[in-house]
């Protein structure tokens, strides 16, 4: 079994589509996503239809985790969630568009209505975190200092420097998502951020965690990219801080 994890979509189905074409998946296999799968990008609603269409009819396992831009929608639709003020300062209004919603005539109540059911099902059910020892795979990161079942959601969801620019205590590498970079950011044996900024312009990663290889589309893109990252991974590889 091989266990791939893909970053940030933020609505941008072509790429993710084009993604999940070009690897090479057994049924065997496990498709970890980290989250925010909606806003910006031109078509939230695709997004998520696309993956309860491969949920329903593919042969993999597939997890999906939470991500902030979700939070924030279950917030502004009136549901538990953080920060729903800035839904629309935030992409939100691309995520209504897709919808069929104008954000200025926007309401909970009409955006509800035209939700399919499934959708929300969909989003609801996210995780906050999944545990595939020796990694951990959330949507922004932890806290460095906190145990696991002492994290607070809103750090899992939320967090950036803190996390970012510290090692950690945990056992785990940890996979997250949510602070775009240009490239993958490795910081081994802590973390490794696979949000490389596809909604600006940048690419779309995935990683396979047990042979390390890095998959990779270009915005507007179709050809997929494989880079092994094996030896670069085990060069980088230095023990945990006590």
Known sequence: MKCYVVGDIHGCSKELACLLEAIPLEAS?????????????????????FLI????????ELIFLK????????????????YGEMFLFNGGGATLASYGV?????????????????HMQFLQGLKTFYLLEPYL??????HPSVPLNQQLEEDLLWI???????????????LFGHTPQREVLFH??????????LVYGNQLSCLEVQEKVLYQIKKGGKKVTRWIVRDEWEQMRRPHAP
């Open 29 to 49: 296999d496990r498709l970890i996503f980290l989250g925010d799968y909606i806003d910006r990008g031109p078509d939230s609603k695709g997004v998520i239809s």
């Open 137 to 142: 795979c959330v949507h922004a990161g932890i």
């Open 160 to 174: 950036r420097d803190e996390f970012i620019l510290n090692p950690h205590s945990l056992p785990y590498t940890v």
């Open 188 to 197: 081994l044996p802590y973390k490794v951020g696979l949000d490389t900024g």
């Open 102 to 118: 104008s954000p200025a005539k926007a309401s909970p109540d009409n955006i509800l209505s035209v939700i399919p059911r499934e």
């Open 67 to 82: 991500g902030n831009h979700e939070d924030m929608f279950f917030s502004y639709l009136g549901l538990p969630g953080r």
């Open 53 to 60: 269409e491969r949920q329903r009819t593919g042969e993999q």
